[in-house]
């Protein structure tokens, strides 16, 4: 099968649905395989977010990835079959791939192999909008090609445009790892003079104390941030909607704050990523509150609770005092409850949910469904609340009347 990438050509990002796409995952032995179809799930989500539609996936339950082909080999050759039956275009794996693995699955598919960072990327690119998000995001494509370019550059050479293939690859193929370093000093000296210009409007928003969002991605941030800080910030059923910081004043009963909404996080979020975003994420680390939102949907919350909580120790920001807004109270009900239970049992399910978390959390837990605006009252009411005793903590001699 014969494939052309022109060297230097622009690529345009994808439209919706235009590249097929296979994933395929690995359960190890101290995983279950509900799990693993949970991260596949994701994955696909992933894809879709990218412009891909996923037609199949593959599972193979092994006890290290091969070091050539990272499935076993007949996996691989079954992998290949399908692809080459339903003229697949892309096939993406859950895991991190070495240069070497891609090269030679790439040799053996005739299509493009993706592993989840660099769908993640791809996505970060496509939806990186200001000089800030971009420079981010290309460093960390930069430095996540770096020490896979031993061999990167000759299969993609046989390689087209689309997922995968946006930002700086699909400018100039730089073949030459000095190029490469070269490049990755100047992204960090762009993202420095812009570090400092955030680091100034920072301290010139007076004394307010400042809060965040923060949380797993599409559970609601931006939702929330438009109800509430009445932003029009973007808001879809899409992974990563929102990339760049957005920091509006809102005012509950005379009392005002800043609120500000972040890029959200993820299972095996790449590292090059976290390093890049820090400074975009400083909002986070200097905030006063933070406003952990958790989709309780998600039949997998609780694990996406605790990755948020990694993310935020790995940002040093584990010890701002914490307030968890449990949002899509509505499609728990819809999803969780069965129709045939009583109201007065559905209530119950719902007080006992509730009540543990207010126990688990010391009383630091709402409830909402921000699409309708349910709990909303209940939510300014607590953050009234809190801020104000930040406000009395951090100016215990100022007089504040709200």
């Known amino acids: 099968m014969a494939k052309e990438w022109n060297l230097g050509e622009k690529k345009r990002a994808l439209v919706k649905g ?5 994933v395929v995952g690995i359960v190890y032995p101290n995983q279950s395989v509900e799990q693993v ?11 879709v977010t990218a412009g891909a539609v996923v037609k199949k996936r593959f599972i193979q339950k092994l006890n290290n990835p091969n070091n050539r082909t990272f499935v076993g080999k007949g996996k691989a050759e079954e992998i290949k079959a399908y692809v080459d039956s339903h003229k697949i275009e892309i096939v993406i794996f859950d ?27 791809d996505i970060f690119a496509g939806r990186a909008q200001t000089a800030q998000a971009k420079a981010q995001v ?8 770096l020490p ?13 445009g689309g997922i995968g293939m946006r930002g700086p690859g699909e400018k100039e193929i730089e073949t030459d790892r000095r190029i490469v370093r070269d490049k990755i000093s100047v992204l960090k000296k762009r993202l420095e003079k ?4 955030a680091r100034t409007q920072r301290k010139n928003r007076g004394d307010m104390i400042r809060v965040s969002l923060v949380g797993y991605t599409n559970v609601g941030k931006s939702t929330i941030m438009n109800v509430f800080g009445k932003a029009q910030v973007l808001a879809e059923d899409k992974l990563f909607a929102t990339l760049d910081t957005t920091v509006r004043k809102v005012v509950v009963d005379r009392m005002p704050f800043l609120l500000s909404d972040t890029v959200g996080f993820i299972r095996k979020l790449p590292h090059h990523l976290v390093e890049s975003f820090k400074s975009t994420l400083d909002e986070v680390r200097e905030s006063d509150l933070l406003i952990q939102v958790v989709d309780v949907s998600h039949p997998q919350y609780k694990d996406q609770i605790a990755v948020v909580k990694k993310t935020l120790k790995d940002l040093g920001a584990e010890n701002i005092p914490m307030l968890f807004l449990f949002n899509k109270m509505d499609l728990f009900r819809n999803n969780h409850l069965d129709d045939f239970l009583h109201e007065e049992e559905k209530k119950q399910l719902i007080d006992e949910l509730k009540s543990f978390w207010k126990m688990k959390t010391e009383d630091n837990a709402c409830f909402m469904a ?4 349910e709990g909303l009252d209940e939510l300014r009411t607590k953050l009234k609340t809190l801020v104000q005793e930040l406000y009395v903590k951090r100016y215990p001699y100022k007089t504040r009347f709200w």
């Open 18 to 22: 235009i590249e097929s796409a296979v």
């Open 370 to 373: 921000a699409v309708h605006k």
């Open 37 to 47: 179809t949970e991260y596949m799930d994701e994955l696909d989500f992933l894809a």
């Open 138 to 145: 290309e460093l960390a494509q930069m430095q996540y090609m």
């Open 95 to 121: 895991d991190d791939l070495s240069a070497k693995q891609t090269g030679v699955l790439e040799e053996m598919m005739e299509v493009k192999v993706l592993d989840r960072s660099t769908l993640i990327l």
């Open 194 to 197: 812009i570090d400092l210009q």
């Open 148 to 160: 896979r370019l031993k061999g990167m550059w000759d299969h993609l050479e046989r390689q087209k």
